[in-house]
């Protein structure tokens, strides 16, 4: 019989302790997930620290070959003891293609430029960021509550890769939507009904 829980990439919370018992606080602490959002929220605004290069690797690989993407994130399991990303590089390229592909979908829909600016910003914070919240917040719930093999507070899959989940499905579904639909959209749309 298949089980969920054996499939799922998941986390165990064990500090490592002391020959006297006791547990390093700081390892503890590097475990919580309000540590590694604060780790990631603070690496958000410092391009310098990101690594863009593995990020487009990434993105490459997501069309060619998707294994090796899901293989990346087993070896940071592996190195860093965690499923999600650390650096928010592929959100900020993800955000910067949106822009891009965005403004070239507007132009080809001869948008207005407040009209652009409307599009944009729902394209960015409510389809990419705020849809993705919500779905990766309830998919989250519902793995951890519902298709884990065993409820324990020390085993759970983390909120962050379920986002890095939704980023990595977001990002062919805009490939195709914003740099290959627009090519074959008329731009007259009253010709249709000729």
Known sequence: MFKF????????????????????SRDAARHTAGAKRYKYLRRLFRFRQMDFEFAMWQMLYLFTSPQKVYRNFHYRKQTKDQWARDDPAFLVLLSFWLCVS?????????????????????????????????????????TNK??????????????????????????????????????????KFGCIAN
């Open 5 to 24: 829980g054996s499939m799922l990439p998941t986390t165990t919370y064990s500090p490592q302790s002391h020959g006297n018992g006791t547990v390093n």
């Open 102 to 142: 965005t403004v070239g979908f507007a132009f080809v829909l001869e948008m207005g430029f407040v009209q652009t600016i409307k599009l944009l910003l729902w394209v960015v914070f409510i389809d990419c960021i705020g849809v993705g919240l919500l779905i990766s917040t309830l998919m989250w719930f519902i």
């Open 146 to 187: 519902y298709l884990m093999k065993q409820q324990s507070k020390d085993y759970d899959v983390e909120w962050g890769y379920a986002f890095d989940v939704h980023l990595n499905a977001f990002y062919p579904l805009l490939i195709i939507l914003h740099f290959i639909q627009p090519f074959f959209i008329n731009r």
